[in-house]
């Protein structure tokens, strides 16, 4: 992932000052330029709404004034792309929302689908959703049928509850399954772009929904494309690991008849930086053959002594009656940026179509070697 300095540095609000400028060449910019020395230290979406807030300040007035010079920057400057058309859309959306007028809202709507192409709206557009979703949505609902992927792709990642790097959106959270007819219109969409945005904006909803979420991929497996089996397995990802049964079931992994002997902990010592090794002997005791997927648990101690889970994919096997499988597998401690690690008891389970074992517990030195013990 790059730094947010390689996505919005110096070089692009310079290239945006210059984009403006060049559209706009009887207007004095003074905040862009001395914004572009004021980006150190920020955070990639403070980056972004610095350089938004630089911009209106920049071109005063209502939202056709800036609407006009955006629109002349688009279609003269073959630059006005990339990373720069966030705090631009950003803009947009701002200043139609100050305004406050139909007008300026539907045009905000039609201006973000024109500049998403060039990176992408779907950050832009949370402030026209929270101002006024349900007029939002309309519009919204006649992108899915654009000729243009990123306008189909816009209408749903642009609406996804828990979008990455975007603010909430709280209403869409509120209303649980409003969204849902926009993934309904686009799950069969002949870009793999769009199918993958569906598919994560399913996944977001099963954070507070999974009946619907199951319900859904249940309809779509009853109306699929060639396309729709590896959609539903990728927005039912969560579930899975959550071991919801229904999710599970959707995608072939029934309840089954299974010995788990195991997981066994080779070395119940685990050196700071080091691996985790553990064993596992799985046996198909039913009289039918067990489609099964096998994911492991890590238990790890938190700061305060209490512990949290993180479910880890393993593998997916079918067996035969009376057939066995092997695990051995390690899992390592090397630090990371995403989680911290504190030494301590720790333990590993197996999960086996969405059924725990009783967690095999190990520790975790300190840095240092020397055990608390």
Same mark, same amino acid.
């Given at each position: 992932? /790059? ?24 207007? /004095? ?33 209502? =939202? ?9 920057? =688009? ?93 909430? $959106? ?10 849902? /007819? ?10 793999? =772009? ?13 954070? &507070? &929904? ?5 319900? @859904? ?8 494309? &060639? ?13 899975? #690991? ?21 997981? *066994? ?34 238990? *790890?101690? #938190? ?6 889970? #993180? $479910?880890? #994919?393993?593998? @997916? ?8 499988? @092997?695990?051995?597998?390690? *899992? ?8 911290? =690690? ?14 725990? @074992? ?16």
């Amino acid at each position: 992932m /790059p730094f947010a300095d390689e996505l919005i540095g110096p070089h692009v609000a310079e290239q945006l000052t210059t984009s403006i400028q060049d559209a706009a060449p009887e207007q /004095p910019l003074r905040e862009l330029p001395r914004a572009a020395h004021e980006l150190d230290g920020l955070s990639l979406r403070e980056r972004a709404d610095l350089l938004r807030d630089a911009l209106l300040a920049d071109v005063p007035g209502d =939202y056709a004034t800036l609407a006009a010079v955006v629109r002349g920057a =688009y279609h003269h400057t073959p630059d006005f792309g990339g990373w720069l058309l966030w705090p631009v859309t950003s803009a947009v959306a701002t200043r139609a929302v100050h305004d406050n007028s139909d007008a300026a809202f539907s045009d905000a709507m039609a201006l973000l689908a024109e500049l998403t192409g060039r990176l992408t709206s779907e950050f832009a557009i949370r402030t026209l959703l929270r101002h006024d979703l349900d007029r939002a949505l309309i519009i919204v609902a006649e992108w899915t049928t654009s000729t243009d992927e990123h306008v189909r792709r816009l209408a749903t990642e642009g609406t996804r509850p828990y979008l990455p790097w975007a603010v909430r $959106v709280p209403e869409i959270v509120s209303r649980g399954g409003i969204t849902v /007819p926009i993934l309904d219109a686009l799950y069969r969409d002949d870009s793999e =772009y769009v199918r993958r945005s569906v598919a994560n904006h399913l996944n977001d909803l099963s954070r &507070d &929904d999974p009946d619907l979420v199951v319900d @859904t991929a249940r309809r779509w497996l009853g109306d699929p494309t &060639d396309t729709t089996t590896a959609l539903v397995r990728h927005g039912l990802r969560t579930l899975v #690991k959550r071991g919801n049964v229904g999710a599970l079931a959707l995608l072939g992994f029934a309840p089954a008849s299974v010995d788990v002997d195991g997981p *066994h902990i080779v070395a119940a010592r685990v050196p700071w930086s080091g691996t985790v090794q553990f064993t596992a002997a799985l046996r198909n005791t039913g009289t039918e053959p067990a489609r099964l997927a096998i994911d492991y648990v890590i238990h *790890h101690r #938190k700061a305060n002594g209490a512990s949290s889970t #993180k $479910v880890f #994919k393993l593998t @997916t096997r079918e067996l035969d009656p009376g057939e066995q499988f @092997t695990i051995d597998r390690e *899992h390592s401690f090397r630090p990371i940026t995403t989680r911290r =690690y504190y030494p301590g008891e720790h333990a590993v389970a197996l999960q086996i179509n969405g059924v725990a @074992t009783a967690p095999a517990p190990f520790e975790l030195l300190p840095e240092n070697g020397i055990s608390a013990r």
